[in-house]
């Protein structure tokens, strides 16, 4: 037998490509964008070692024209749930048996092709799928991604290390085991990434997995899992399906060997799947692992002592970077009367300013929101506020639908501060405004923990030490990322773990040890050299 300790050095994070004109990465993803468009994919579904089709198509469209057919992909129904599950079962054995060195070099590899072979597809099929621009494509599908796949393994043989100290006469010592049946891998449109770390972090663990996507990230979805498999990845291991969540929740909620899930979506989704676990506890094997990071109202909090052009410009991106559809992007905002007036100034400016159009035009800030349902529930919003008294466009508000689901960026301003905008996630480009008296400071700080039930990113802006450290006190539970001076989004794996709680979920900070653990059940065990063979203890004997 061979054996060895294995290193696996934390990693730098993979370094941002700027896509400037002129530059070798530009040209490439330009012309990722046009071999992808110019073919049409047939997706399958991935159950074991099936690429499974069905007779039911749905058609796969850029949300920024949503007349262009980028190919289709196949429904499943309860079968194909069962079919996933059982192929998962089926694959655990001989996964978790595996050695680390294997399972930690196909995630290494799957990590390396992205970076290299397939950087300008996974973005293009970002761009595409999702309607990011190149930056946001770059940042999430190619970087993220890359980073959890190689942070992670270096987390995990950390994990790997840790063992308990042995008293004289005995070795002790923890194996970190799977869990005990397959984990379900729910991931949602926003990011390319979280679609990918959901399902590999449990994988990488030993656990088998069952992945449903949801529908409008399926084109890069399926682009990574091609990936996997070409970087090795066993038939089974990971199981892609596109099945309606209802049906993946009553075939996998109510089977015996259910053991977990990741998930990222909607609060109330996560809230009935918690309870339908709940009721089902007496079916499984052992207590599922729940772990799920959900919605959303982000805060941007100022002091009257902050620069008007760094708030500006932590508004303008925090809350309009992919359209706001990122469950971080901050959408409510406490600004001071004493500088309102210079940021309203600069907001206007700024929206104004932006390029809406297709991800194609590099020069676009602004691409489409994800699908006509989300664009008209948006839209419901903006056009709410221009009827009410207890509010008014400062800035934006345009919809159109004709060519792309577009959404111009929009800054409501209110006098009411529990004012609907402030207070329910609109997962849009909409940014609402509550000006508040310079010498409310701290009455406001309690308005922003009370006003939304969430608790997932925040930020302070000030340039005064004292309010800073006021606010980063007083609103230690109002979020679970929190920003000093700059936008509440953009977290970067391996610097700043991601979750929150209260509404926003089980805050196991993605991109950290921390979620890892989640996916592990120890065994401790003890070995003793030189066993007793007489129950008595020295003090029973007589003096």
Same mark, same amino acid.
């Given at each position: ?271 009935? +799947?918690? $309870?339908? #676990? ?8 052992? &207590? =599922?692992?729940?772990?799920? /990071? ?127 905008? +402030?207070? $329910?996630? #609109? ?8 000006? &508040? =008296?310079?010498?409310?400071? /701290? ?101």
């Amino acid at each position: 037998m061979h054996q060895g300790s294995f290193s696996y050095p934390l990693p730098a994070n993979e370094p941002v490509l700027n896509y400037a004109p002129g530059s070798k990465e530009r040209e490439n993803l330009k012309a990722a964008l046009a071999l992808l468009k110019g073919e049409k994919l047939d997706v399958p579904m991935y159950i074991g070692a099936d690429e499974v089709r069905t007779s039911k198509k749905e058609s796969l469209r850029p949300p920024h024209e949503h007349k262009f057919v980028l190919g289709q992909f196949s429904i499943g129904e309860k079968k194909h749930v069962q079919q996933a599950v059982d192929a998962a079962v089926g694959a655990k054995r001989s996964w978790e048996a595996m050695s680390w060195e294997s399972r930690a070099g196909i995630f290494l590899k799957a990590a390396d092709l992205i970076a290299t072979k397939y950087r300008g597809q996974m973005n293009a099929a970002t761009m595409l799928g999702q309607s990011k621009n190149a930056y946001q494509a770059e940042i999430d599908s190619a970087c993220e991604l890359i980073d959890f796949l190689r942070f992670n393994v270096h987390f995990l043989s950390e994990i790997y290390t840790q063992q308990p100290i042995s008293g004289a006469g005995m070795h002790n010592r923890l194996e970190y085991r799977p869990l005990e049946g397959f984990v379900l891998a729910i991931t949602p449109f926003n990011f390319t990434a979280i679609g990918g770390n959901l399902p590999t972090s449990a994988a990488m663990c030993g656990n088998v997995v069952v992945w449903k996507p949801a529908h409008t990230q399926i084109y890069s979805a399926q682009l990574f899992m091609r990936i996997l498999k070409e970087a090795g990845l066993p038939d089974g291991v990971i199981n892609l399906i596109y099945v309606d969540g209802p049906v993946v929740g009553e075939v996998c909620f109510n089977h015996r060997e259910f053991a977990g899930v990741h998930f990222t979506g909607s609060t109330g989704v996560f809230n009935h +799947m918690w $309870e339908t #676990i709940g009721k089902n506890i007496p079916k499984y094997r052992s &207590y =599922p692992r729940i772990v799920g /990071e959900t919605g959303g109202k982000d805060f941007v909090m100022v002091h009257r002592s902050a620069d008007p052009g760094v708030v500006a410009t932590a508004l303008l991106r925090g809350a309009f970077e992919f359209q706001g559809q990122k469950c971080s992007a901050a959408s409510r905002a406490y600004i001071p009367s004493n500088i309102w007036k210079e940021v309203k100034k600069l907001l206007i400016e700024g929206v104004n300013s932006f390029k809406m159009g297709s991800v194609e035009d590099f020069s676009n800030f602004i691409n489409a929101v994800i699908d006509e349902r989300s664009f008209d529930k948006i839209k419901g919003y903006i056009d709410k506020a221009k009827r009410d008294s207890k509010a008014s466009i400062v800035v934006g508000g345009t919809c159109d639908k004709k060519e792309g689901y577009f959404i111009q960026p929009t800054v409501i301003e209110t006098k009411d501060p529990q004012y609907v905008t +402030m207070c $329910e996630e #609109i997962f849009g480009p909409v940014l609402t405004v509550y000006v &508040y =008296p310079a010498g409310s400071f /701290e009455k406001t700080l309690d308005l922003v923990d009370s006003t939304s039930p969430y608790a997932l990113t925040g930020s302070i802006i000030a340039t005064d030490r004292a309010a800073i450290e006021t606010a980063t006190k007083r609103l230690s539970n109002a979020a679970g990322n929190f920003y000093i001076n700059d936008k509440p989004t953009g977290a970067v794996v391996g610097q700043q773990p991601f979750g929150g709680a209260r509404a926003s979920g089980t805050n196991d900070k993605a991109g950290s040890i921390l979620n890892l653990y989640r996916w592990l059940s120890v065994r401790t065990v003890k070995e003793t050299f030189n066993p007793p063979v007489d129950y008595r203890y020295p003090f029973m004997a007589e003096e």
